[in-house]
């Protein structure tokens, strides 16, 4: 599904791709924050930077791909305000809910809940404003 989203994307960039070994063909720039995973990338393959300051120009990808990497964020509404920033057509999120599924097989041991408010961003690529609204009560 994530390659589907993304098929209409000659450019892509994956945020927050660690070691890049989940990393789509698709993507042509990567950006990881960590040095420790940097360095076990090929040399060069991913700059340095973080979600919330992209060191990369407006506009500068048709598709944007952030999974599993929400939780490493410090402040996410920034974050989905920077993918927004960079991106021309297509944004794509792959999470999970810590408070509907605590027990995810990913993150058993290993990852730690984002704490962030339970809220819905609206977000549309090519706009630097995502709009925010209520938790949709289940």
């Not at 393959?45 to 979600?51: C, F, I, L, R």
């Not at 929400?70 to 989905?80: K, M, P, Y």
């Not at 960079?86 to 041991?109: A, H, M, Q, Y």
Request: charged fraction near 20%; charge should be positive; proline fraction near 8%.
């Amino acid at each position: 599904q994530i390659l589907k989203s993304l098929a209409m994307c000659e450019t892509v960039l994956n945020l927050g791709t660690g070691t890049g070994c989940y990393e789509p063909t698709t993507c042509t720039q990567a950006v990881e924050p960590s040095l420790k995973m940097i360095a076990q990338r090929p040399l060069g393959s991913a700059p340095k930077g973080m979600a919330e300051r992209l060191p990369l120009a407006n506009q500068s990808f048709d598709g944007s791909l952030a999974s599993f990497t929400i939780h490493h964020w410090s402040d996410v509404s920034a974050g989905l305000c920077e993918m927004c920033r960079v991106t021309r057509k297509r944004i794509v999120l792959f999470t999970w809910d810590p408070e509907l599924d605590s027990n995810f097989w990913l993150t058993r041991g290993s990852v730690q809940p984002p704490a962030v408010s339970r809220q819905t961003m609206v977000v549309k690529a090519g706009d630097p404003q995502p709009s925010r609204q209520r938790p949709r009560s289940a």
